[in-house]
């Protein structure tokens, strides 16, 4: 705007500086022509031939051939007159013809003026000119001198001389050529003597204002800046819209920034993946509600997911990612506004709940969020079972942080998969204990690891008929320097859930598969955990040991539990497959503790049953037992398996199982678990005590 106002102050400038141009070549040009006249009336005044015609008895030829011819066409002048010694008109022609009137009569006292003025310094050129009005009103430009010779030849009139008037109208013509040679736009002549505004004024010789010479108001400012205005207006317009167009992209910048500050806030505190506050919103949000005052209830849930890491595994990741993301939204909608939902982990959930009933409403939403996964989730056209365990921690004192209560959440959550998961339990003290114990115990048995603190003993495992060791079992054993010897039961889950059991399963496989190199005649059975099967790469990694040992795979056998057979049943197949490809036989271990139905025993292709030592266990004085054992061992053979009873304790559970149709026997009535020395000099000795299950008890 201020550019604007600029230019048109520029060209207001320019106009009145033009104007101020124009008025002085408006005057300059009326000067001319009064200058133009005055000299046209010298060259007709002082002349020889006019001082000798014009005096006394005037020459008419002469005077009508140069003066009455003049006025026609009017170039020079229009009116010519002479006036004599006492100012009384000879001659006067106006237009080609006589005028109507004398000069004084014409123009009266201007002219007068004029005449006087001159009085007493007559002389050669001594004309004066000005402008006046006619009887007509017309102005005129009118000269009046004494008509002298140019040269010495003719005599100067003596006293008063003759004088020449010539007078040139100021009509279009003249007034339109004075603004050609003066470059002056829309000149005109006013006849208005009292016009005010700018002008050249035009005054008489007596003093008198008679008109003005006008022209075209100037606008070269003005029209320059008409001109430049547009091209202003589009430049200011051009740069309004640069300096919009910078603001705008600085807005938009600002905008986009905030927006990028506001969607890394958000990423900072969502999961990407359900769009659940993450674990740094909750621990926020927990810090926050363990810090209130006064105290509020306050309680946390942890849910971990039943099977999920299976489903990853078998259907792959995407289908484990959009998995979560449907049981985010179950979760949700049994959560919605109740607390604070969060995705902490993997498949790990919390949940926060501050308000009153808090405690009383934990194990509430906690049963309901496990029945929520009670029904199967389908995904395109899988049927996905999974499950969910739910610890709960209450705030019971002060002073409990959030860390503090989110732990113990975990641990109970751990508390409510060891009783069997797809429940809820309880935070207390007493799992709490046994807990970091297992946390110690993992860190205790990875060193005991790397430095081969570990052995295995190997239990045999005889032909039931002819009572001849046919097989060892290696059996883990960890003497652990202060707790004494740790049961497997117990350190075997500790290395599973610690990530060692890859690491101590192949530890195992490597020594056994070693030590029976001893044990030419001999088998071994190695127990393997469903966390090995799980490894995708287990049966290579097995022909790898198997190689790397020299034993023939022939002479291995691998125990698998039902476990892993009922969770992942179609793995669980492939693995079997692939190890029989390989020439290692399978067991089932365990069996009949677990839920293997005959379909399943049916697809897959085992070599040989387990019966558990818990279903032999007492059934040489139960009944019940024995109809059970017998029950099974008769499906194991209809399935055309072998089938092998642990836990044999006494000559008499040796006996029944046999008649019922065992093939192998293995129990402490025959032999305990011994180191691989002991085996060594058990084989050594056989031909003599086979059959008799005493003599090879060790302790
Ligand atoms: P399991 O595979 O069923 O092994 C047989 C268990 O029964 C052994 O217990 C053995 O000492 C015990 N046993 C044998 N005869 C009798 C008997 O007459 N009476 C009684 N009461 N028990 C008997 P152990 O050595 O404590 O092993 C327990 C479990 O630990 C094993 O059960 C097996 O599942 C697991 N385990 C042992 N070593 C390994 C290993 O190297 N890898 C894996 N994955 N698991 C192992
Ligand atoms: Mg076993
Ligand atoms: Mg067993």
Redesign the pocket.
Known sequence: MFMIFALNEMAEEVDRIDDVATERSADASLRAFLKRLREIHGDYAVWDDAATKLYGEIDKEFAFGNFKDATRSGVFFDAAYLLDENGQTVFSFRRGGLAPRGALEEFGSPLQALVTGLAGQYRAFDSKVGVMRDRSGAISAVAVGSIFPASAAVPRPVGRPRMLVLAHVLDDLSIRQMGQDFVIDGIALSFDPNRTGQGVRLIDPTGKPIGALTWAQSNHGSKAFSRVAPTAYITLAVIGLTILFLLGIGYANLVAVRRRERQAVYDANHDSLTGLPNRAALTRALEEAVRRQPPQPLAVLFLDLDGFKEVNDSYGHEIGDRLLQEVARGFESICARRGLLARVGGDEFALVLDNRDAVVAAEEIGSRLVRYLDSPIVLDDRVIVIGTSVGIAVVEEEGVTADELLRRADVAMYQAKELGRSRVALYDRSIDAEKIDRKRLASELREALKSDALHVVY?PIFEAQTMRPVQV????RWPHPQEGMI???LF?SVAEENGLMDAV?NW?LRNACRDALNWPDIRLAI???PVQFRNPGFDRNLAAILAETGLPAERLEV?M?ETHLVTFPDRAQHIVASLRVLGVSVAL??FGTGYSSIGYLRRFSFDKLKID?SLVHGVSVDLETRRLCEATIALGLALNLEVTA????SEADAEIMRQAGCSYL????FAR?MPAAAITELLEDRGDDAGTGEALRTA
């Open positions: 239990q079992e290696a059996l883990l049961p497997p039961d075997i399963g195992v127990n393997v955990s125990e539990t271990d365990d030592r642990e836990g044999i304790e293995q129990g402490f009535a678990p």
